[in-house]
């Protein structure tokens, strides 16, 4: 695209109207005509007032196009590519890593995926495992990084920071960065890093009698529905107390559903998972070697398969015991992370990369006025 360095001398392209006005209403001398009597123009029409009508058309053309070319070469005219939209960088904090439901988004909208405690450098395909994080247990300073970050963008980019406000991450001076901020809060105790590939799925066999045959079918429902919304995959087995020397060797889980007797008493010491009010175990758990034994106290009804208190305990026996909250500092708004705004260093003459056109506007300039004073010269000596 075309632009100008000093556009206030295009302002001189009003000089146009004055080679326009003189040519529209400038009157040339007449031609004397010798006649031998006046009376020889009697009876000749009124003259008229002739009607303003252009002149040598060509030569008007010459001289605008030489005021022009004067004009727009005094406004410096450069002729640079046109600038691409702006960039914009997703800064990841680590725990904005584990959510891959947003990375997926921002790459969708077209966004350079960095990391926000590598200093906005860009992240690599395949970088989002959670390998490249402080390894040292550092509390990252944001505001430090973001400045990292605006050195190393280039004109244009805005940032999209997705991180945790809190106190303890913005240390120091507010810094000033040129680059316009976004900020999108994540939890602070949310997992560092990307979530784990995906596991194998989690073996458990159900060893049931005849008559707990519908609760092993209510218990196998409840850990399928457990293993589709909250943990790993399920590969359930079911069989008889006969069948445990077979299948309980290769089982992650080994769930006894059988009447007092007909199972193994638990191996080691069993602990209570699930108690009635009264602190009666319903479900009691043992270490069997590399598998979880279970043994369930009470029969599974169709009222409490159905309740959600029995699927809500299943799902949470399902993914096991939540760790621990990462302690955090008190949270901040995002008015007050956002650095302060530094202005954009202004652009002074031609940029880097693009065509000046001012000399090629002096040449055409210089040929049209020679052109110009050659059909001048011209027309005068046809008129001698």
């Not at 196009?65 to 005219?77: F, T, Y």
């Not at 680059?179 to 159900?206: K, L, N, S």
């Not at 175990?281 to 309740?307: E, M």
């Amino acid at each position: 695209m075309i632009a100008f360095a000093a556009p206030v001398w295009l302002a001189a392209l009003g000089a146009l109207a004055v080679p326009l006005a003189i040519h529209l209403w400038s009157r040339r001398a007449g031609r004397a005509v010798r006649v031998g009597s006046i009376r020889l123009l009697s009876g000749m029409p009124p003259a008229t007032r002739r009607a303003v009508r252009l002149r040598d058309p060509w030569l008007l053309a010459l001289r605008l196009a030489l005021l022009a070319a004067l004009a727009l070469s005094l406004a410096d005219p450069y002729w640079a590519p046109r600038s691409p939209r702006g960039t914009t960088w997703a800064l990841l904090s680590e725990e904005a890593l584990a959510d891959r439901t947003l990375i997926d988004s921002l790459r969708h909208a077209g966004a350079e995926l960095r990391l926000l405690e590598d200093g906005g450098r860009q992240m690599a395909d395949g970088r989002e495992d959670g390998r490249w994080q402080m390894a040292d247990g550092r509390v990252p300073n944001y505001w430090s990084l973001l400045s990292e970050a605006d050195r190393l963008a280039p004109p244009g980019v805005r940032f999209v920071v997705v991180a945790p406000l809190v106190a303890d991450r913005f240390r120091g001076t507010r810094p000033a960065i040129t680059a316009p901020v976004t900020w999108r809060e994540v939890r602070a105790d949310a997992p560092r890093g990307a979530p784990p590939a995906a596991a194998p799925p989690r073996r458990v066999v159900i060893l049931a009698d005849a008559a707990h045959h519908e609760d092993a079918r209510y218990f196998e429902t409840a850990i399928h529905a457990a293993a589709q919304t909250t943990g790993p995959r399920a590969d359930v087995t079911r069989g008889s107390p006969a069948d445990a020397a077979t299948l309980a060797p290769e089982a992650d889980w080994i769930v006894w559903l059988a009447a007092a007797g007909a199972a193994p008493a638990l191996p080691g010491t069993s602990a209570p998972v699930w108690s009635d009010a009264n602190g009666a175990p319903l479900l009691s758990v043992a270490r069997d070697g590399q598998a979880l034994a279970f043994r369930l106290h009470a029969r599974i009804t169709p009222d409490r398969a159905l309740a959600p208190e029995f699927v809500e305990a299943v799902a949470a026996l399902w993914v096991g015991p939540i760790p621990r909250a990462v302690a955090v500092g008190p949270r901040i708004t995002a008015a007050q992370a956002a650095p302060a705004v530094a202005a954009a260093p202004a652009r002074r003459g031609t940029p880097a990369g693009a065509v000046p056109l001012a000399v090629p506007l002096w040449v055409l300039a210089t040929l049209a006025l020679a052109l110009d004073r050659w059909l001048a010269l011209g027309r005068r000596q046809a008129s001698a």
